[in-house]
């Protein structure tokens, strides 16, 4: 059986025939899909050989509004017959029309062929065939009878017909349609029909299929996203589809063979149904609704009025509702056309697609179209154009839908970037607060928990080896803050730290602390100008003669901003003697080790168990101490003072001594500490003013008017009525306060400023002078020293005892002196011992000396005879 046929239509323009759908016309053309191949046209003969005739060239037609028989018909005269132009194409009628073909075969062998009438829209078809004169009913069949009623069963209308030898037949069609009326007609060999069927059905199936697939992964996607543009797609895609099917009498044919009414009903309504979608899609599509409310609007009024044609469909009649789809269809094309353009012209990259689709429909389209109009000749685009440009526009549509949806992924994917990059600079933020939380600020090294943790985990994985640490401290550094600017000092401080943990890491031994990327780091920086690091070895001599190397390459000048200079410092180390010692006992042991460096010649001193303030040793002596001081066991020494310019004594320095019957001399370094942590201090400065304001007698008794200075901790500036007892015993000894001279180191009076100051300034009040001792060893400032009521600065001994080879420590000498004689305060160089520094000093305007040049401390006694026999006595300082 047939089944399918070739598309054929050639229109046939009517001379002076009713067009009444002209303003229609394009519009119609665009949307209906009518389209035919070209066929081979025979005039009047039938070619025997030829695959097909076009048969307009063959056919007459006579329209009738007074519904004459078929036998009238057949009888009228020639002269009511119209010929035929190109095509026939009649428009909108509801007139019944009769259509002749004459067909003359010259063979002498009958032929069996097939006329196609190959427009599946027409509501009644009558075929008649003259025999003997008499019309005779072949094939009464129509759209809007049931599909069965045809002779073959295709889409399209085929009625079989014989042309007997050596004559000329008669067809005739009855032709009643509420529609366009066209009337394309071919004759056809059998099989050449059969083959161009299948080759139509081929191409048709292709269409299908795609437009199928499109809409059933679009609803896929539209459950899957719950984005309303996927559903309105669908819908799109699929009355596309309908209206193709519909059109063309393949949904007839396959779906509802029986029901011409339902097939009527179809095609009235996916027309309409078919713009509604394209309305709603571009509407979800571009998003109008949210982003465009003015076009928004309009594409809610084109949405109302094609859902009333989809409705008026059941209401009017086919004509009216036929032409209010044809209506729609230009306001719907434009608005959606101009809507892309112009949101394209926005920049909204949604509407480069959408665009271009609907300018490859309706190039498309406009093939057929200017082919119906006459201007553009047939080809397969014209014939082909609509489905090819509504393939073309769905596929494209779907592009724009991935890509959007694509594009909105990417955007999902930045935005969540930008959180994952946020939440990873807040890591980074965290880590570097973190590490700095752990590190030094100017150096950058590990703190001291850092160094303790690591340290401890060392001392616990390599349990066989000896671990020492040592803690260098940086001697004096105030200075440098002093005279190159704290800017200055820092860099200068990493220069030196990172100096030494290069050093340090370069040993075999040294405990890793952690590795900066470039650098290994074996230094940790635990406060101040105080380092630390670990060294760890199965033998401690090799340990030690390390450590002493060690210190010989930091002790290197080292060159900052064009000098070369020598940082002093001292070592403490402590080594880890039990297994119990933790690397916190072991710093704090470096530390108190710290204070023993650099007391003789070798800056390294290493913590042994007796200078541990808490050591047994150290137990025995604080009680021993207070006995001594009850029992008079300690001495009260003292060390001359010269005035530089008159060469004259003008004090003595009260500096306590301990003699041990057992250990011998205790140095006060030992001692005074304990003093002050167990509050034996107050006391002990009682004791030691007394002794001072006798041994002032004692001069005033040789005529001699010196000054006595004594050192006052900074636990007796803390302690209430201090000024009073200083006072009571000035007023007991009856001592003129100003042969009085308390000395004070500045971290004393740095301890607690406000105290210090209210006592300083009742001692000013009171006449006593005030010194400042070890000035450049502490890391006072001089802003703060302004404030407090002193005449006299002590330069600490250990800038003035190598000022004669040490250009540094002259150099800071000279400054501390002028600093301090534009600050209007006196100057007493302690530690002179040797003459070229008392002649250096002398240069440089220092006020006073004090040293082992001149004399070492003394007993009272020992200090008046030195004072008799003493070239600087006699030469000018004793008054008689
Ligand atoms: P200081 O106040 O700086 O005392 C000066 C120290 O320098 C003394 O050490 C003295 O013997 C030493 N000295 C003086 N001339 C030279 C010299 O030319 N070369 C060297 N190398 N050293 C010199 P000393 O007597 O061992 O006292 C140590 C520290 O103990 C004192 O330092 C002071 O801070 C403290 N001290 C001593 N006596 C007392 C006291 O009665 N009360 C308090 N609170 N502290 C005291
Ligand atoms: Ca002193
Ligand atoms: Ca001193």
Known sequence: MLRK??????????????????????????????????????????????????????????????????????????????KTS??????????????????????????????????PMLDKVDFYALRDNQPELMAQTGDRRPFDTRPIAHRHFVFPVTLPANTTSEFYLRIQTSGALQVPLTLWQNNAFASQSDTQLTMESMFYGVMLVMTLFNLFLFFSFRERAYLSYVLLVGSALLVMA?????????????????????????????????????????????????????????????????IGAFIFSYDISTRLSVMMAVPVGLANLVAGVAFWMRGDKSARLFTIAWVALLVCALFTVLNKLGIAPSSFMANHGIPIGTSAQALLFSFALADRFNRERKAYFQEKQAVLDAMKNQRETEAALLRASSHHEVTGLPDRSLFERIVDQAISNNESAVTAIFMLHLRRFDDVNKTLGHRHADELLSLFASRINQLV??????????????????????????FAFALQDEDQERLMSQAAELTARFAEPIEFMGLMLELNFVIGASFCEDAGEDAQSMLR??????????????EIAIYQADMNPYSPRRLTLMTELREALRTEGLTLYFQPQVHLSTERVAGFEALLRWFHPEHGFV????????????????????????????????????????????????????????????????????VAARRLVLEVTETAAMLDPKRSLAVLRALQAAKVKLSIDDFGTGHSSL???????????????????????????????????????????????????????????????????????????MSRTDALKWLEASSWATSSSLTT
Request: aromatic share 8%.
């Open 5 to 82: 046929v070739t598309y054929r239509h050639r229109q046939i323009q009517l001379p002076g025939s009713p067009c009444p759908a002209m303003p229609f016309r394009p519009a119609l053309i665009l949307l209906l899909l009518l389209l035919t191949v070209s066929g081979v046209a025979h005039a009047g003969m039938v070619d025997p050989s030829a695959r097909s005739v076009e048969l307009t060239s063959h056919t007459r037609f006579i329209v009738t509004n007074d519904e004459p028989g078929p036998s009238e018909v057949t009888r009228l005269p020639e002269s009511r017959w119209q």
């Open 86 to 119: 190109d095509d026939i194409n009649l428009g909108y009628t509801a007139d019944t029309y009769w259509f002749r073909i004459r067909l003359t075969n010259d063979s002498a062998q009958p032929l069996e062929r097939l006329i196609e009438l190959a427009y």
């Open 246 to 310: 519909g059109l063309n009498g393949a949904s007839f044919q396959y779906i509802y063979p029986d029901s011409p009414a339902l097939h009527n009903y179809m095609l009235l309504i996916t027309v309409p149904l078919y713009q509604l979608a394209m309305c709603l899609f571009a509407r979800d599509y571009l998003e109008m609704g949210t982003r465009h409310p003015r076009w928004n609007r309009l594409f809610l009024v084109l949405i109302a009025a094609t859902a009333m044609c989809v």
């Open 505 to 530: 890491a370069q040993t075999v031994h040294a405990v890793y602390l952690e590795g900066n990327g470039k650098d290994t780091i074996c230094v940790a920086h635990i406060e101040g100008v105080s």
């Open 589 to 602: 042991h470096a530390f108190i080790a710290l204070d023993q460096a650099g007391v003789g010649t070798s």
């Open 667 to 734: 140095p006060p370094d030992e001692f005074i500490p304990m003093a002050e942590q167990t509050g034996l201090i107050k006391p002990l400065t009682q004791w030691v003013l007394q002794e001072a304001l006798t041994f002032c007698n004692g001069l005033d008794a040789v005529g001699c008017d010196a000054t006595v200075s004594v050192n006052i901790s900074a636990m007796n500036l803390r302690e209430p009525g201090f000024c009073e007892a200083v006072c009571g015993l000035l007023e007991k000894n009856q």
């Open 783 to 857: 802003s703060y020293i302004r404030q407090l009521p002193v005449s006299e600065i002590k330069i600490d001994r250990s800038f003035v005892m190598e000022m004669d080879s040490n250009q540094g420590d002259a150099t800071i000498v000279r400054t501390t002196i002028n600093m301090c004689h534009d600050l209007g305060y006196e100057v007493v160089a302690e530690g002179v011992e040797n003459e070229a520094t008392q002649n250096l000093l002398r240069e440089l305007g220092c006020d006073y000396i004090q040293g082992y040049f001149l004399a070492r401390p």
